[in-house]
C-alpha cells in the first residue's frame, strides 16, 4: 500500500534546500560570521574589562603607596624629633618599619613600598639594603601572584637594575633576559 500523507516539516525543508542551494550556503556563512563577530567581539570586551580592572587595581595601588609616603614624610613631628634634622635614611627606615608593622594584610602593597623604598636606597648608593627589600618584595609577589606574573618580573627588573647599578653587568644582563622571557609569555611579544 501507498502511504501518502500530508508533507512533514524535514521533507519540506530537504526540498527547500535542493532548490534554494546557493540561497541557503549563503544564509549559512552569514550566520556564520555573524556567530565568529559575536564571539570575537564577546572575548575583546573581556580583554578589555580585565584590562580596565587591572588599570584601576594599579591606580589604586599608586594611590595607596603615595599616601603612605606623603604619611611617612608628613609624620616628621618636630616634638618626635626634638628639633632634630632626620636623614633620608631615618625616613626610608620608618616608612619601612611601617610598612612592615601596617601592611602585613595587604602584601601586594607592602612589596610594592619595597620596591620604592629599595629603589631609594639603591640611588643612594645602600645597595646591600636595596637588596634585601628587593628580595623580600620577590618572596611577598611571589607567594601573592606566582611566579608567572606582571608583577613577579618587576621584582626581577628590580634585581637586574640593583646588578647592573653593582657593575655586575653579566647578573643584570642575565636577570633582564629573565624578566623579558616572562613577559613575552605574559603579555606576547608585541606588548
Known amino acids: 500500500p501507498v502511504a501518502a500523507g500530508p508533507p512533514g516539516g524535514a521533507y519540506r525543508a530537504r526540498k527547500f534546500v535542493r ?17 565568529g563577530g559575536l564571539v570575537a567581539r ?15 587595581l594599579e591606580a589604586a595601588t599608586a594611590r595607596q603607596v603615595a599616601d603612605f609616603l606623603v604619611d611617612v614624610f608628613a ?5 618626635e624629633t626634638r628639633g632634630a634634622d632626620l636623614t633620608a ?8 618599619r611601617r610598612a612592615r608593622s601596617e601592611l602585613g594584610e595587604k ?13 631609594v636606597y639603591q640611588r643612594l ?14 618572596a611577598l609577589r611571589r607567594e601573592t601572584f606566582g611566579e608567572e606574573s606582571v608583577e613577579y618580573a618587576e621584582s626581577l627588573q628590580d634585581l637586574g637594575g640593583l646588578a647592573d647599578a653593582r657593575g655586575e ?3 643584570g644582563e642575565a636577570m633582564y633576559r629573565r624578566v623579558l622571557a616572562l613577559r613575552e609569555r605574559l603579555l606576547g611579544p608585541d606588548d
Open 19 to 35: 532548490r534554494h542551494r546557493a540561497l541557503v550556503v549563503a544564509g549559512a556563512l552569514a550566520a556564520l560570521a555573524l556567530a
Open 42 to 56: 564577546s572575548l575583546e570586551a573581556a580583554r578589555a574589562n580585565r584590562e580596565a580592572a587591572r588599570a584601576n
Open 75 to 79: 609624620g616628621t613631628d618636630p616634638a
Open 89 to 96: 635614611r631615618e625616613l626610608l627606615d620608618r616608612g619601612e
Open 107 to 119: 602584601p601586594d602593597l607592602q612589596a610594592r613600598l619595597f620596591d620604592e623604598i629599595g629603589g
Open 125 to 138: 648608593g645602600l645597595f646591600d639594603r636595596a637588596g634585601e627589600l628587593f628580595e623580600e618584595a620577590l
Open 169 to 171: 653587568l653579566a647578573a
